[in-house]
């Protein structure tokens, strides 16, 4: 079962900073927080993860609380492209062929406005 | 550089039938995992098989197999159709080695049962 809570949708303007949310009360010491999403009839996309330290790439930057029970996805400026399914995923950082399987949810439905 | 490719990308079925479909990994990724995407619902998981090994499975019936070949290539059966395996299956590789733990995911093979 998915051990996060995302709020099912979201609206953004174009060119406005759009933040997620996701809840992970239950979340161990050793699970990392991962964000994929999922645009319409594609395959999920991987677009960061983190543990503890606030994290930032190319696509987007992530927010974990100081006690990790919850995070926040940021896309500094959002495009119509980024309009897709975000899921966050905790999930402990495995190494060595061990069982690595995602549980995803339902996710938020983010939907980037003109 | 190529993605995860996945074959065929639609197929038609009808109850009782047997279906095979096939991924490729990205190039130098080892490990390979199913996932079932039902309308409306994130991705569950299946399988995950790691140097041709079955490494993790999820709740899925007998009816569902899979393998892994020595180049990493993987295929998923499925036995004895029914209307609810409907859904879009989707393969993820990943490299399972050092840090890298993102699965990549190809663009799926869309099945429907009649």
């Known amino acids: 079962d998915a051990k996060t809570t995302q709020p099912p949708s979201m609206d953004c303007a174009e060119g406005r900073a759009a933040n997620l949310p996701c809840n992970h009360s239950t979340i161990s010491g050793n699970e990392y927080v991962y964000w994929y999403r999922q645009i319409h009839s594609q395959g999920p996309q991987y677009i960061i993860h983190?543990?503890?330290n606030n994290e930032t790439n190319e696509m987007a930057s992530l927010i974990i609380t100081e006690d990790r029970k919850s995070s926040t996805l940021i896309l500094p400026h959002a495009t119509l492209r980024d309009t897709a399914v975000y899921y966050c995923i905790v999930r402990p950082h495995v190494s060595g062929g061990s069982n690595y399987k995602l549980t995803f949810g339902k996710g938020t439905l983010l939907t980037v406005n003109p | 550089d190529a993605g995860v490719t996945q074959s065929p990308t639609h197929l038609i079925k009808t109850r009782g039938q047997q279906v095979t479909l096939r991924c490729s990994p990205i190039s130098g990724h080892k490990s390979v995992s199913w996932y079932q995407q039902v309308l409306g619902q994130g991705p569950q998981f299946i399988f995950q098989y790691y140097e041709k090994e079955e490494r993790g499975r999820g709740n899925f019936p007998d009816r569902f197999s899979a393998r892994q070949f020595p180049n990493y290539s993987s295929e998923l059966n499925v036995n004895a159709l029914l209307l609810g395996d409907s859904a879009l299956y989707l393969c993820?590789?990943?490299?399972?080695?050092?840090?890298?733990?993102?699965?990549?995911f190809g663009p799926g093979t869309r099945l429907t049962v009649l």
């Open positions: 993820a590789s990943s490299p399972l080695q050092g840090l890298g733990n993102e699965q990549f």
């Open positions: 983190g543990l503890k």
